[in-house]
């Protein structure tokens, strides 16, 4: 934006400045924050659909700031996507899944999955598949405890080398999930190239789906044409009884959403399994 009156030029620059300011102040608090202990998971279960059975949960990263209270992941990760410190900060949540994997199996849960958030650049770190490969031997849990969620973003970033790494983690035995699905670029040719197990529609569909005809048409289209590919197929942000019936009718395997459950703070997932409260 140039001249525009004289005060647009201004505003443009202003806006620079304070990303660059945030992002700056955003990625020196993180490491004090790690040590601080001001991160948490909170985890969020999927049920499958037909059985009603827990399939597992998506690990989700919450950050309770000293002064400026809960801030939302998706007001701190893309701002600290690409820095080192996403990737500090990425190994510190994958450890902490092992941890909570551990404390789910003494539970008595043995067969549920943790879905784990990979952030582009945490994905293409050199040291990724080592990091992983060594908390399999240190925590002895087979690598299928684990579900890789990736964006489309990630995906078609550089294709050859995002699916050479996919391919080593599936020889040891994590599976992958596609996050957002619908919602990036060239939705349907990295499916056939690469080592996908599930696929996550996005929320934006599921919100509306039953108010909006082609929203709909888009969900049951995805579950026909991911069923087909002999793919699982896992539906967010469901809210709704009828959205969920709607969703199981239609033959989706896996539901989350606020419907069955808001993401639970791990301090509280003990209890919440405790009380068998969804299975
Ligand atoms: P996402 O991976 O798409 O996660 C799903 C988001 O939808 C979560 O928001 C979850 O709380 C929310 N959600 C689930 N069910 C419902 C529902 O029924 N209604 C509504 N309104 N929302 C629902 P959250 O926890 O705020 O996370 C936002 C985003 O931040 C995530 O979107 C993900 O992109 C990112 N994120 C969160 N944790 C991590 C992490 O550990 N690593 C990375 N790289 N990104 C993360
Ligand atoms: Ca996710
Ligand atoms: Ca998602
Ligand atoms: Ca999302």
Redesign the pocket.
Known sequence: AKENGGGQYHVYHQEMFQRVAHRVMLEGEVRQALAKQQFS??L?PQICAKNKKLYGF?????WQHPERGMI???DF?PILENSQH?IEL?YW?IRRCFEIAIDLKAQGLNDVRIA????AG?FIDVNLSTFLRDLLTEFSLPAECFEL?L?EQTLVKDMEHTIAIMQELKEMGFTFAI??FGTGYSSLAYLKKMPVDVI?I??SFI?GMLENHSDYQIITSTIAMVKNLGLTVVA????TKAQLLSLTENDCDII????YS??IPEKELAAFIDKQILF
């Open positions: 998971l909170s969020q998506e690990a989700l990263l919450r939302s992941p998706e990760i996403m990425g949540i784990i958030n990979l952030s945490q969620e964006t996050d957002d996550k996005d929320k919100f967010e942000g469901v809210e989350q959403g606020y419907y808001k993401p």
